[in-house]
């Protein structure tokens, strides 16, 4: 699977690291001091995630836990993110991941420890009445590799013991092997991002398709794990109601709608940097069809009556096919 696998020394001896390296295949592992010594030094070209892929082991440093940004989640309660990962093993033509590392490698963080002692001390920090929400997988996918990096007994351990405080997993796989191994807990939510099957097949290379991601969300719906879902980035399309109608028609079959912890919806849109990368990586795709426009917040996206006009319209089909109205809220569409 990887070329070649670079290890922090310090990590080396560590079980969670041994765990980790057998169960992948690599063609050469090189000791080195720290990840940012090498990641994306050399800027290597997106695309060649496609032929060569290296990984990098190590420990996350910095601010582990961060702010989540503005309308990020459900309303009135703080949002917070925490990384244990950069990039990802999927190639969604509208990636924010694209551009924002000088290097498509994956690189998978172990100090969990560390990271779980500032979401406690966020949790101590916040008010009495409200719950904090911690984000994994902002900077890559939260299940796709959990087989290999085996971190999710360690969280459900911890939200077992703070059940004031929700953790999302947010996905865009079907790989709910080790989520199955787990007794459910309330405050641990998987969330799916789900795009009708046709716009997954264009944009969303090499993940899963729809039906097998309906599967999984039904499983771990039927084994007792709140699910929420997330119907982001919207893509838009002539047909897109009628695709909608019918991902919806699918969905209900799994999970009725009223039982979902949430729904997010969310129109296509990016950072100036990423939609060039995306007209330069894929030239060619029909993503790039429509006119976009660039807003006060540096944001390229379609315009806003055409955004509202295509969230109002899914907003209306999520009711319809028996949402909450409660639980639907649009994400990062409070700006101009
Ligand atoms: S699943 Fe998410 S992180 Fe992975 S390529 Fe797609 S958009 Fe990027």
């Known amino acids: 699977m990887f070329k070649k696998v670079f290890v922090e020394k310090d990590i080396l001896h560590l079980k969670r690291t041994q765990g980790i390296l057998n169960k992948i295949s690599y063609k050469k592992l090189e000791e080195i001091e720290k990840v940012e010594d090498i990641f994306g030094r050399v800027k290597k070209p997106y695309l060649q995630k496609r032929t060569e892929l290296n990984l990098f082991l190590g420990k996350k440093k910095g601010e582990l836990v961060k702010e989540a940004p503005e309308a990020y989640g459900t309303k009135g309660d703080p949002h917070f993110y925490f990384v244990h990962a950069y990039n990802c093993i999927y190639e969604c033509q509208y990636c924010y991941l694209q551009g924002y590392f000088h290097s498509p490698d ?32 902002e900077y890559s996918d939260s299940l796709a590799l959990t087989n290999i990096t085996g971190e999710l007994p360690i969280y459900f351990d911890f939200f077992k013991d703070h059940p004031t405080a929700k953790l999302e997993l947010r996905t865009k796989s079907a790989n709910i092997r080790e989520l199955l191994k787990i007794a459910p807990l309330k405050n641990v939510i998987t969330s799916f991002s789900l795009s009708p099957e046709k716009a997954i097949k264009s944009y969303d290379l090499k993940t899963p398709p729809l039906k097998t991601r309906l599967k999984a969300m039904k499983e771990l719906f039927g084994k007792g794990h709140p699910i929420g879902l997330h119907l982001d980035p919207v893509i838009f399309e002539v047909d897109f109601e009628a695709s909608y109608s019918l991902l919806l028609t699918d969905l209900c079959k799994s999970i009725p709608l009223e039982k979902l912890e949430y729904i997010s919806l969310g129109v296509v849109r990016f950072s100036k940097t990423v939609f060039h990368q995306v007209k330069k990586n894929y030239p060619n795709s029909p993503l790039l069809a429509e006119d976009f426009i660039k807003g006060s917040d540096g944001k390229v996206r379609y315009k806003r009556p055409m955004r509202y006009w295509i969230l109002n319209k899914l907003k209306d089909l999520c009711i319809q096919y028996g949402a909450n109205p409660e639980n639907i809220y649009l994400c990062m569409e409070d700006e101009d």
């Open 106 to 137: 994956l690189v998978i963080f172990v100090n969990h420890e560390e990271i779980l002692k500032e979401i406690e001390k966020k949790i101590d920090e916040t008010d009495c009445g409200s719950t904090p929400w911690f984000h994994a997988g």
